[in-house]
């Protein structure tokens, strides 16, 4: 039934012994892995590491959450409002998968919000994204001179970009309507 499914969050790198545990038990479940290419002393080692690190997805009736949970691989179990969109979502990232397996997570960064370039020779510049990319891999940051009342628009890698958190708030910086004029 639809209404079963919930994400596994686990112990850190425990991902994938928390799958044996569900498979152990009959769950269904999935864990999205992708390829990784690391080279060690001049040999290259490919290996499957979690899409999405610390989450399992998974068909859990609720008279097995007190088995799974004894295991102690599982930290918390995260119920799921919309279980039918979590499950359209998961058959895409299958997908994705199997046409890209080296395809990494990121945050989904939106038009307004302030970042900071995290690697590359822009490392540590800071901006407000104003245009994304049509193949979400580019964005243009526009990097303001306040003092002469002037922006410079530059072309990022999405890859290279981080998003700044506001300290009090908690919550992602985005420039507000007071900013912008």
């Known amino acids: 039934m639809f209404s079963d499914w ?3 969050y686990t112990k850190p790198r425990a991902e994938k ?25 001049r040999r290259k080692v490919t290996f499957l590491t979690p899409l999405f690190p610390g989450y399992i997805f998974v068909e859990l009736p609720d008279d097995m959450r007190g088995e799974l949970l004894s295991r102690g691989h599982v930290v918390r179990i ?19 998968l199997k046409v890209d397996p080296e395809v990494q997570a990121v945050d989904p960064i939106t038009e307004g919000e302030i970042v900071r370039v995290g690697s590359g020779p822009m490392m540590g510049c800071e901006g407000v994204v104003t245009k994304i990319g049509r193949k979400k891999d580019k964005v243009i940051l526009t ?14 890698e999405r890859g290279l ?8 708030t908690k919550t992602y910086r985005r420039v507000s309507s007071s900013e912008t004029q």
């Open 161 to 168: 970009i981080e998003r700044l958190i506001d300290k009090r």
């Open 6 to 8: 919930k994400v596994l």
């Open 143 to 156: 990097i303001s001179v306040d003092i002469v009342g002037k922006a410079i628009p530059v072309q990022i």
């Open 78 to 96: 995260i119920h799921v409002l919309r279980p039918i969109r979590m499950l359209r979502q998961i058959a895409m990232v299958r997908k994705a």
């Open 17 to 41: 012994t928390a799958a044996l545990d569900c498979r152990a038990l009959g769950l269904d479940h999935y864990l999205p892995l992708r390829s990784a290419t690391r080279v060690y002393q």
